[in-house]
C-alpha cells in the first residue's frame, strides 16, 4: 500500500504565487491538475485511499465528509491542520472531485477565478475557522469534532445534524473558539437532536443564536474544560428564546 503524499512548502508556495499572477489559472480547467512529480513529501503513517475521488459526492457533503474521514481517520490533530496535505489532496488524488464539486473555474463561471481557487483549493491559515471552511478539512473536522466512536453504528448521528445546513459547521461554528472544543460542539448536537421540534423551523438563525449565546458564555468562563452537559444546561436556559425564532 503507498504511502500518502504532501507538497513541500517551497512548491505550495509557488503555486499560490502562480494563482496569484494568473500563470496557472487555466491548470485548473483541465480534468488533471499537472504538478511536479519531484515536489512532494511522504507522511510515513498514513496510507493513501485509493479511488476515494470515485467514491465522494458531490450532492451529499455528509456523506463525502464520513468517507474523507474514514479514509484518514488515523491523521494526527497536527496533520489535519497540513495546509500541505489538503492542497496535495485538492489539486492530486480529490482533484476530480474538486473539479465536481467547486467547478466555477472549471466551467470558466467565476467572477475572480484567483479568488475562487484560493478559497477552495488552498487554506488560507492552520487556524480553526480556516480548517472548517476548507473544502475538504472541512469535512474531515466537521467528523472529527461530532463523531462517537463508542456509539457504534450510531456513531454518526450527530454528525448527520451537524450537516443538515452547509453554513452549521463552516461558517456558523467555524466562525467561534466553540468550534475548537469537541465536548462543546457534542453538546451543541446533543441539544439540538434532544428538543428537535425546537429546530424544525429556521434551523440555521436558530443555530447561530445559540452558538454566539455560547460564545459570549465563553468570553468569562474556561469553555475548554467543561463536558457537554455544561453546554446542553445553558441552551436548555435559553429554549423559550430559541423557540421564539
Known amino acids: 500500500m503507498d504511502k500518502q503524499l504532501i507538497f513541500k512548502s517551497k512548491y505550495l508556495n509557488k503555486l499560490k504565487g502562480e494563482v496569484q499572477s494568473g500563470l496557472l489559472i487555466d491548470h485548473y480547467k483541465s480534468n488533471l491538475f499537472i504538478y511536479d512529480k519531484t515536489q512532494t513529501l511522504m507522511l510515513p503513517n498514513i496510507i493513501t485511499a485509493a479511488d476515494l475521488a470515485d467514491q465522494l459526492d458531490v450532492n451529499d457533503d455528509c456523506k463525502t ?3 474523507l474521514y474514514e479514509a484518514f481517520k488515523n491523521l494526527e490533530p497536527i496533520q489535519a491542520s ?31 477565478e484567483a479568488k475562487y ?5 488552498f ?11 476548507h473544502a475538504l478539512a ?12 463508542n456509539k457504534g453504528p450510531e456513531k454518526y448521528d450527530l454528525t448527520k445534524i451537524l450537516f443538515r445546513q452547509l453554513d452549521f459547521p463552516t461558517r456558523t461554528l467555524g466562525t467561534y473558539k466553540l468550534g475548537r472544543h469537541k465536548e462543546a460542539v457534542i453538546g451543541i448536537l446533543e441539544f439540538i437532536k434532544e428538543n428537535d421540534d425546537l429546530f424544525t423551523t429556521n434551523f440555521e438563525d436558530k443555530t447561530r443564536y445559540i452558538t454566539k449565546h455560547l460564545n459570549i458564555i465563553g468570553g468569562v468562563k474556561p469553555i475548554s474544560y467543561y463536558k457537554r452537559d455544561f453546554f446542553k444546561a445553558e441552551l436548555k436556559k435559553i429554549t423559550l428564546s430559541i423557540q421564539a425564532l
Open 138 to 149: 472541512g469535512l474531515w473536522w466537521a467528523v472529527s469534532l461530532s463523531v462517537e466512536e
Open 65 to 67: 465528509a464520513i468517507l
Open 117 to 121: 481557487i484560493f478559497e477552495h483549493w
Open 82 to 112: 497540513d495546509e500541505r496535505l489538503w492542497t496535495y489532496l485538492t489539486h492530486v488524488d480529490l482533484y476530480s472531485y474538486m473539479i465536481r464539486r467547486w467547478d466555477a473555474v472549471y466551467n470558466s463561471s467565476s467572477k475572480d
Open 123 to 133: 487554506l488560507q491559515s492552520s487556524s480553526q475557522s480556516s480548517l472548517l471552511r
